[in-house]
């Protein structure tokens, strides 16, 4: 799995820093139509600095997928107007597979094992592997200078037809949020609100 979070992370990086003319994303052309429900399936995130979630989400230290959960049911229904169903699922239940970005570069993202999730159905959006963590800029600018600091989220993701077992679209996922003091709860939620946006982008399910 730390193999899987380091690829994201190179990934994220280079998008992040404009040196990569590749597509973050893919959507399938002959996906024409919006689904009249959907479900989001995504596995436990890996916070790299847990006093991040203990600061600003106290109530979640124990349980942030909890947290994520709630936070992805919220942003898809108000970025699709349907109201999905979020459920968290084990890592084992994706399969994690390469898929074209462009002529020479591959992604490599999750695919729902059909066999171990019996119940769902219909289209269906996986997350998976999430990282979350902080990156400090230096400051150059001497003592006066406010460094800048960010919250990151990287992941992959697939929206998928379960009963045609056909891909969507699929893509990376990077977002960020900056801040010069405290990192804040507003933070967390810009970053979950851009997560999604990235998801639905130039899809038929953006609202």
């Not at 399938?28 to 600003?56: C, G, H, I, R």
């Not at 230096?138 to 993701?157: I, N, Q």
Request: with cysteine; charged share 20%; glycine share 4%.
């Amino acid at each position: 799995m730390k193999k899987h979070y380091l690829i994201i992370l190179c990934l994220f990086l280079s998008f992040l820093c404009g040196c990569s003319g590749t597509p973050r994303f893919h959507v399938n052309p002959q996906w024409k139509e919006a689904p009249s429900s959907f479900t989001v399936l995504f596995s436990e995130p890996y916070v790299q600095n847990q006093d991040d979630v203990a600061d600003d989400l106290p109530e979640y230290v124990a349980n942030f997928s909890s947290w994520f959960g709630q936070e992805l049911a919220i942003e898809f229904e108000k970025q699709s107007g349907i109201k999905p169903a979020v459920l968290l699922q084990k890592d084992e239940h994706f399969s994690i597979v390469p898929l074209p970005l462009d002529s020479s570069v591959a992604s490599r993202v999750p695919i729902p094992i059909v066999d171990s999730l019996p119940n769902v159905k219909g289209i269906v959006i996986c997350i998976h592997p999430i990282q979350v963590w902080r990156r400090d800029d230096r400051c150059m600018g001497g003592t006066s200078c406010l460094p800048d600091h960010y919250l990151l989220f990287s992941s992959t993701y697939t929206i998928v037809s379960m009963e045609e077992q056909r891909v969507l679209a699929y893509g990376v996922l990077g977002v960020n949020s900056s801040f010069k003091f405290a990192m804040t709860k507003g933070d967390w939620e810009d970053d979950m609100s851009a997560l999604v946006e990235q998801i639905l982008e130039k899809t038929p399910l953006k609202k």
